[in-house]
């Protein structure tokens, strides 16, 4: 599968894209309804039991929808660290069938090469960055062409199951003087998945990444929405 079909900037159409009404003032300031609105559409998505090329074909044009307008989401989910980028969850399926997380690189900061285990989409909300692919045919991780740059709009798939995509890669900022945030959205609850992150000379490490925040935002109070 490809993965261009995800990013092009021509909306596809498909019954899991409803038209939603755009309330007459934002939660808060921010465009909350965006976020609950792609939450239910993908939900609806997942509950036709689609297979994996569905997801990310369908998944990541409802994704791009999303990130193509930077105005939903809190300030408080797009804070760096000055030590380390921050993962923070936004959602959580209650059947952790997906999760969605924001990640925020400070200036500069770029993740370790690792894996996911399970299907993953990124869509690149602020800022930009670089994803360099990996193959561990050999027992060291081995870069797999050149890095892609993904810039705001543009949504890249990943996963463990595909020949055409890879679930082993290395993330960063491509800013040194800016932050970057990107949308994640994951086949399972990310922060709970046993994971690994690889050594040059190809040792392994297992982690749990967990999450950054200890709240969610609140999608669901529409009040602010309904004066």
């Known amino acids: 599968m ?15 894209a409803r038209a939603t009404a755009q309330p007459a003032a934002p939660v808060r300031g921010k465009n909350l ?10 939900a609806d998505l997942l509950s036709t039991a689609p297979v994996e090329e569905t997801i990310l074909y369908v998944g990541g044009d409802l994704l791009r ?14 804070q760096p660290d000055p030590e380390r980028y921050r993962q923070y969850l936004l959602h959580a399926d209650s059947a952790q069938r997906f999760s969605i997380v924001s990640f925020v690189w400070g200036p500069g900061q770029r993740t370790p090469i690792h894996d996911h285990t399970v299907w993953g989409l990124i869509g690149m909300l602020r800022g930009a960055e670089h994803a360099q692919s990996y193959s561990l045919a050999r027992g060291t991780p081995e ?10 709009g543009a949504v890249e798939a990943v996963s ?8 082993v890669h290395q993330v960063s900022n491509a800013f040194d003087d800016r ?3 990107s949308i994640h959205v994951y086949g399972g609850n990310i922060g709970a998945v046993r994971r690994s992150v690889y050594q040059p000379d190809g040792q392994r490490k297992l982690f749990i990444s967990g999450y950054s925040n200890s709240t969610l935002p ?4 529409l009040s602010a929405e309904q004066q």
């Open 218 to 221: 609140n999608i669901w109070d």
């Open 160 to 167: 463990p199951n595909s020949d055409d995509l890879h679930d």
């Open 179 to 181: 932050v970057s945030i």
């Open 2 to 16: 490809s993965v261009h079909h995800a990013t092009s900037s021509a909306a596809v159409v498909t019954p899991y």
């Open 143 to 152: 870069q797999i062409g050149p890095p892609v740059l993904l810039k705001p």
């Open 33 to 42: 309804w965006r976020l609950r609105s792609f939450i239910t559409e993908f």
């Open 65 to 78: 929808q999303l990130v193509v307008h930077d105005d939903w989401l809190p300030d408080e989910f797009a």
